[in-house]
């Protein structure tokens, strides 16, 4: 019985820092949509946030920076964790493929997080540069693997799954600014896989 009593102050106590962690990232991203990077750092997080300075250190020792990383790491598991569930659903590797993409154009549909994790401006981009490319470099080989003995002898599924990623990028950018578009460039982005799977040696 005492034991059982130990743990749920405990478990209380690591709630109360997910919560404290998780809101100060979203404090970070909050400031970040309104004034970009310019408008980020430690002291304003923390302004915002209603904690300390030191408290908002003690989550992230790295400050802003790995306030950012962090945001950027978990939006980009958010959308292979969203992808995969969708693809695993998918009966055809059109569907699986085209799934992925539906995926991010989902999340980046949400303005202030595809602007974030999308759009990424020449001083953030050095920044985030240990985090970028997970996801997409994940979803690189599910589609070469759903692309495996379905193309053409002598083209790579690798090098198809690439360009595949790169329009998928491009439609994200556009939805991050203008989410109204998500239907009209995943359908887009479908007839080009569809294509791709149904072309002909030598065509």
């Given at each position: 019985?005492?034991?059982?009593?130990?743990?749920?102050?405990?478990?209380?106590?690591?709630?109360?820092r997910?919560?404290?962690?998780?809101?100060?990232?979203?404090?970070?991203?909050?400031?970040?949509?309104?004034?970009?990077?310019?408008?980020?750092?430690?002291?304003?997080?923390?302004?915002?946030?209603?904690?300390?300075?030191?408290?908002?250190?003690?989550?992230?020792?790295?400050?802003?920076?790995?306030?950012?990383?962090?945001?950027?790491?978990?939006?980009?598991?958010?959308?292979?964790?969203?992808?995969?569930?969708m693809?695993?659903?998918?009966?055809?590797a059109?569907?699986?493929?085209?799934?992925?993409?539906?995926?991010?154009?989902?999340?980046?549909?949400e303005?202030?997080?595809?602007?974030f994790?999308?759009?990424?401006t020449?001083?953030?981009?050095?920044?985030?540069?240990?985090?970028?490319?997970?996801?997409?470099?994940?979803?690189?080989?599910?589609?070469?693997?759903?692309?495996?003995?379905?193309?053409?002898?002598?083209?790579?599924?690798?090098?198809?799954?690439?360009?595949?990623?790169?329009?998928?990028?491009?439609?994200a950018?556009?939805?991050?600014?203008?989410?109204?578009?998500?239907?009209?460039?995943?359908?887009?982005?479908?007839?080009?896989?569809?294509?791709?799977?149904?072309?002909?040696p030598?065509?």
């Amino acid at each position: 019985m005492r034991k059982m009593r130990e743990k749920k102050p405990t478990r209380l106590r690591d709630r109360n820092r997910l919560r404290t962690r998780q809101e100060l990232l979203d404090t970070a991203l909050d400031l970040f949509e309104v004034g970009g990077l310019a408008t980020c750092s430690v002291d304003a997080v923390a302004k915002k946030a209603g904690t300390s300075k030191t408290t908002a250190y003690t989550y992230f020792p790295g400050g802003i920076d790995e306030m950012l990383r962090d945001q950027y790491r978990i939006i980009g598991e958010r959308v292979r964790m969203r992808g995969e569930q969708m693809r695993n659903v998918a009966t055809t590797a059109e569907d699986r493929i085209v799934a992925l993409t539906a995926a991010l154009l989902e999340v980046c549909a949400e303005p202030r997080v595809g602007r974030f994790y999308m759009m990424l401006t020449p001083a953030l981009s050095p920044l985030l540069e240990p985090v970028v490319g997970e996801t997409s470099g994940h979803f690189r080989k599910l589609i070469a693997d759903d692309l495996h003995r379905k193309l053409p002898q002598g083209l790579s599924p690798l090098t198809c799954a690439t360009l595949i990623l790169g329009a998928g990028r491009e439609a994200a950018i556009a939805v991050a600014r203008e989410p109204s578009q998500r239907e009209d460039l995943l359908s887009a982005l479908r007839m080009m896989v569809r294509a791709m799977l149904s072309a002909k040696p030598g065509r």
